[in-house]
């Protein structure tokens, strides 16, 4: 008998990972992991050169680079109108997935309920499991991909130690309203629990804007909310995010922080403050930018037999092939990928308890308009 009880029996190699290896493998158009296959910025990518060069390569502040959690406070405080304390509310994480990851360490006990809503990504319920709480899967609507708040309500006692959330949503590409936070501040009013906010597509919303979980003042007070510059500067590869929560909250959180990574990567961190004050239309122009790559995808994929309802934010957009075949998502995403030369994500991953019948992929659009194009001329033909 092995010695060795896994503490995740139930995970294996992750969807994203399969995925794109199956793309390479098959010469596939990879709009299924998501990351931009195009550049970061280049006076950003100079900056980071800078920063080595002029010898910015020691451990940074356990909780991040000063000049960047400030940069930070002034971005919040100009988009959100929200004040958050770069010394004691900022903290800056090799990733949102550290970010996350800490924030449920930092408050989930065993026995501990944690209420998410699936489709989920992925990182979260590990980070549950290995706190020893348990998730509590709440699924969204389908096919809007919206929360029944009487749902969230029908769950929620004296055990739920925490409910994430995360808008705009991947992998549905939903968005929550400022409505729909206060629907959820009123509920969550007789219970002691906290919130996670995954908000790492928060400047890529195509209609409105963003509502932010910090912006929400009874909210603000029982949140961790996180972010990604991955996402924001085409750099998912750097690794370096943030979460922002109340001084307490902030302080549990860096406990765990420090003992997993301690500090993020320094010389990313001053280049990223540098180019926040120098380049802010960079992300205040995101949504335009992303705009117009969902447009250019969505208007050929009208030509196809997949039905959608287009993105609403983040640069993903799921589609149903429920004209083209009945067969599982995992099987028909596999078969696309080989058959057709386009790799997608399966959505039933991201699931506890798949809808029965459901037959969504979800395509990334963060790509050249080359590769959308070649990558639509393929969906046609299915
Ligand atoms: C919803 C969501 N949260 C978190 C992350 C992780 O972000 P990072 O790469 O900064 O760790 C991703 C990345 O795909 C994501 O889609």
Same mark, same amino acid.
């Given at each position: 008998?092995?010695?060795? #009880?896994?503490?995740?029996?139930?995970?294996?190699?992750?969807?994203?990972?399969?995925?794109?290896?199956? @793309?390479?493998?098959?010469?596939?158009?990879?709009?299924?992991?998501?990351?931009?296959?195009?550049?970061?910025? @280049?006076?950003?990518?100079?900056?980071?050169?800078?920063?080595?060069?002029?010898?910015?390569?020691?451990?940074?502040?356990?909780?991040?680079?000063? %000049?960047?959690?400030?940069?930070? @406070?002034?971005?919040?405080?100009?988009?959100?109108?929200?004040?958050?304390?770069? $010394?004691?509310?900022?903290?800056?994480?090799?990733? =949102?997935? #550290?970010?996350?990851?800490? =924030?449920?360490?930092?408050?989930?006990?065993?026995?501990? #309920?944690?209420? &998410?809503?699936?489709?989920?990504?992925?990182?979260?319920?590990?980070? &549950?499991?290995?706190?020893?709480?348990?998730?509590?899967? !709440?699924?969204?609507?389908?096919?809007?991909?919206?929360?029944?708040?009487?749902?969230? $309500?029908?769950?929620?006692?004296?055990?739920?130690?925490?409910?994430?959330?995360?808008?705009?949503?991947?992998?549905?590409?939903?968005?929550?309203? #400022? =409505?729909?936070?206060?629907?959820? =501040?009123?509920?969550?009013?007789?219970?002691?629990?906290? !919130?996670?906010?995954?908000?790492?597509?928060?400047?890529?919303?195509?209609?409105?804007?963003?509502?932010? &979980?910090?912006?929400?003042?009874?909210?603000?007070?029982?949140?961790?909310?996180?972010?990604?510059?991955?996402?924001?500067?085409?750099?998912?590869?750097?690794?370096?995010?943030?979460?922002?929560?109340?001084?307490?909250?902030?302080?549990?959180?860096?406990?765990?922080?420090?003992?997993?990574?301690?500090?993020?990567?320094?010389?990313?961190?001053? %280049?990223?403050?540098?180019?926040?004050?120098?380049?802010?239309?960079?992300?205040?122009?995101?949504?335009?930018?992303?705009?117009?790559?969902?447009?250019?995808?969505? $208007?050929?994929?009208?030509?196809?037999?997949?039905?959608?309802?287009?993105?609403?934010?983040?640069?993903?957009?799921?589609?149903?092939?429920?004209?083209?075949?009945?067969?599982?998502?995992?099987?028909?995403?596999?078969?696309?990928?080989?058959?057709?030369?386009?790799?997608?994500?399966?959505?039933?991953?991201?699931?506890?308890?798949?809808?029965?019948?459901?037959?969504? &992929?979800?395509?990334?659009?963060?790509?050249?308009?080359?590769?959308?194009? @070649?990558?639509?001329?393929?969906?046609?033909?299915?």
């Amino acid at each position: 008998m092995s010695l060795l #009880e896994s503490k995740l029996p139930n995970v294996g190699t992750t969807i994203f990972t399969v995925m794109s290896q199956l @793309a390479e493998q098959h010469g596939a158009i990879n709009l299924s992991q998501g990351f931009p296959d195009f550049q970061p910025p @280049a006076r950003l990518v100079e900056l980071v050169e800078k920063h080595l060069r002029d010898g910015r390569n020691q451990y940074a502040p356990m909780a991040g680079v000063m %000049a960047l959690r400030e940069a930070i @406070a002034e971005k919040l405080r100009d988009l959100y109108a929200v004040h958050a304390d770069p $010394e004691s509310e900022i903290t800056i994480t090799p990733g =949102a997935t #550290e970010a996350l990851f800490a =924030a449920i360490h930092a408050v989930v006990r065993a026995g501990d #309920e944690v209420v &998410v809503f699936d489709p989920a990504y992925d990182s979260y319920e590990p980070a &549950v499991a290995l706190a020893g709480g348990k998730t509590i899967h !709440v699924p969204l609507e389908t096919p809007s991909f919206t929360p029944r708040w009487d749902r969230l $309500e029908s769950v929620l006692s004296d055990r739920t130690r925490l409910v994430i959330v995360n808008t705009p949503h991947n992998p549905s590409g939903t968005v929550l309203s #400022e =409505a729909d936070l206060a629907e959820l =501040a009123a509920l969550l009013r007789p219970y002691g629990c906290y !919130v996670l906010s995954d908000e790492v597509y928060e400047h890529i919303v195509f209609d409105g804007r963003h509502a932010s &979980v910090l912006a929400n003042p009874e909210l603000r007070e029982r949140s961790f909310a996180v972010f990604s510059f991955g996402k924001t500067y085409h750099a998912t590869g750097w690794k370096t995010g943030y979460a922002v929560a109340p001084r307490a909250l902030t302080a549990e959180l860096r406990k765990i922080h420090q003992y997993l990574t301690f500090a993020a990567v320094t010389p990313l961190q001053h %280049a990223l403050a540098d180019f926040m004050r120098e380049c802010p239309e960079h992300h205040l122009e995101l949504a335009d930018f992303y705009r117009k790559k969902r447009d250019f995808f969505v $208007e050929r994929l009208r030509a196809s037999r997949f039905a959608f309802t287009p993105s609403q934010g983040t640069y993903f957009q799921l589609a149903d092939y429920g004209r083209i075949s009945r067969e599982p998502d995992t099987d028909f995403a596999r078969r696309l990928t080989i058959e057709h030369g386009v790799a997608v994500i399966p959505i039933s991953v991201f699931y506890a308890d798949p809808p029965a019948g459901a037959t969504f &992929v979800r395509f990334c659009f963060a790509k050249q308009e080359a590769t959308l194009r @070649a990558a639509s001329e393929r969906l046609v033909a299915v």
